[in-house]
């Protein structure tokens, strides 16, 4: 009979954890200051794929509603501003997201880690999700902001590549960013200064890409989803700075230690998961513990591509600033990627991380992701073999997280798993015999 | 009393309106299938909402034709398990479609970046029908760059190469301008039918109008062209009497279809729709595009700089909801129904921006949801009576 170990209280407390809370509350601090002392100008961006790289140049400062809006309902403080949003006509069926920031910007845009400045710059980056075109256009008319919608075409190819023309449409709306911040913080571009913050970037994606190799060692040194998410914001928030690179160099050391000394981040390694899907945060913990207890690591996710997919090979490049900018707006993250393309990336994770499962976390809020999850989980286990479970829940809204049913179809999924390894196990036993 | 000549022509417009309604109600693609048997060795496109640049298609000599959903008559039986609850009933029901074989005639399928159900519909399809050419489009949602042109041109010319050799034919530049200048002219007509719609709503239903632009994805383009021509006439004969309604806009029915007898019960629970935005893909454009010069490009160009606003195009030249407002004044329309498919995200987003205009404004709004599958109209029907109502006697 399967045995999980009774509720395993995971705790990650590396140094890398500590590091990233403490660059983090510096980034946040930042935004305060843009709020309430008018320190610098804030650029709204959205963080699947953009041009952070050009924003830096100009000294303006990042904003990312999305960031914020999770870090809203990780604190448990999302729920008065979805249902604010919602008193003026958002529907119950909106992304929450969205929901959670219209009510925080609204208000007096205060939160636990932050107040969140007015934007100077509403640079909608159109990379893949549709709702973020309304969402900006939203905090557009709600603001005085300037809105640019940067279009990134999808990824429609059949060899999965941007066009030609792909590429020269956006360098050129890159090149009309650039005029446009020109105008807005009233200096010229340092190219100079562009260079170097690329530069940055591409030694980041170096580190980033090493580290998530690391978890094709058995055991992982840690999991690709739940530890992941710690090293994603810095990723975003930091990428193009010093500071952000110092992290991940720490980060590749902490991680390739652990792997030296054949550590993970529990105490058995049972069994090793894929994951699709955004996490549900505002039970984030819960929902780790839910497969902790059984001993299972993420040693891939989809999700940690979802602002960048360096781990194949994509690199920033110094020498050509605004094409390698265009080219990770374009081709190197999750969003801009058509579905078919994440089968693959799947599949590939499966296979080069020696995965047992996939585990699709279907989030209503998020429907770029989830949409047709059920076709996904069609293949990879009828055309693939491979044992699936597909759970839902929400990124941002706790209303739709229910812990009896999350665990009862996490536990009777991991049962069977453990029987099948069982039974694999004593087949193999019979042939040696 | 009537004259009869006059009666003759309303008989005209009734059959016209009873035998296509009987068409869309029953088995809209068996006529399709038939098109496609009479024509050896000729190809169907299917297209997705919201709009496709049919020209291409329609030059390639090929025929395009409307896949809008599974309507009111079509069982979910195995698309739910690929689509989950919260998304809308459209893709579910065009998968669903497919997966029954329903969709036998189509040798491709083109989609569109209008959402990200949609987008990944694209996907799905192409997977679960590898015989059909599942085309998709990016279509550009940077309305101000200058480069916007050049890159929806380069769009068009790759669709035209794919059409190209699927058809086994070179469309010329000639062939891509008559089809522009038919389509203009169905524009044209059914431009006319909304006309007489603001103009005498007596005279028009919003049913009729509806039924005869729908008929319009499903049939030869030179066929629905004549039709039209015919209702018009028809149209122009009748002199009604006005009717106590209240004059509304209806919105945010661009993609998702509502059943026929949704929309009938609209207008006679009390109001008469002067404008709507149903089918809006196939009635895209305000004005004609121009045949003159680089075809592909005039019809780029049309996308970017005459193309009608709507719930999937994010122009930041002018607010959205600024756009409803002045759509309520040019047409003397005195509130607006909301008319939202359940899980559209792009109709319910506008929602929101248009519910805190309109309050601003002045303007009296009714919400409704609805789904293509609904089959009870009752209580749609009780809100639009409750809300005239209010309207009238207030």
Redesign the interface.
Known sequence: MAQAAEAVKTSYQGQIHLLQKELMGNYFNQLTRCAEQGEGKAAYMLISGNPVELILAFDLIPVYPEINALQLAVKKVALPFIQK?EE????M???AY?KADVGLFLGDRKTPFATIPLPSLILCN?VG???Y??WF??L??YSNGT?????I??M?DPSGKP?P??V??VV??LE?VIELCERITGKKLDYAKLKRIVALSGETGEMWSRIKALTKHVPSPFDCYFDSVTMMAPLYCLRGTEEGLRFFEVALKEMEEKVQMGIGPLPEERFRFVIEGPPPWPYLRVFRDLFAKWGAVAVASTYSTVGGLWEFGFRHDPNHPLESIAAHMLEWNLTNR???QR?EQIRRYVEEWSADALVIH?V?S???F??????MR??FTKELGIPTLLV?SDIEDPRYFSEAQMKNRIDAFFESLEHRKILHAASAEGRRT | MEEPQSREKNLGMENLVSRYREVLEDSPFDQVAEWKKNHPGSKVIGCYPVYTPVEIIHAAGMLPVGIIGGGNRLEIAYADSRFQSFVCSIVKSTLELGLTGKLHFLDGMVFHSICDPARNLASVFKRNFPQLQVEYIHFPQNMVSPHNVNYLSAEYRKLKASYEQLAGRTITDDDLRSSIRLYNEQRKLIRELYRIRRETPQNLSTLETYILTRIGTLIPLEEHITSLRKALEAAGQRDEKPKDRIKVVLEGSFCEQPPLELVEGLEAAGCYILDDDFLLGWRWFEQDIPLEGDPTRNLARAYIHQSVYSGVKHDTREPKSKHLIDKVKETGASAVVILAAKFCEPALFDYALYRQTLEREGIPHLYLEFEEKMWIFDKARTEVETFVESMLFD
């Not at chain 1, 003026?88 to 529907?91: A, D, H, N």
């Not at chain 1, 809105?147 to 279009?151: G, Q």
Request: hydrophobic fraction near 25%; aromatic fraction near 16%; charge should be negative.
């Open positions: 949003a003026i006509g958002y529907s069926d909106n992304c969205v159109y999700c549709n709702v075109l309304q256009e939203h557009a008319e809105l640019y919608n940067l279009d075409p999808f429609r066009s023309e792909d020269t449409y050129r709306q009309e058509n579905f078919l089968y279907s209503k998020c429907r770029l989830s949409a047709g999850q059920g076709d069609e293949y839902e």
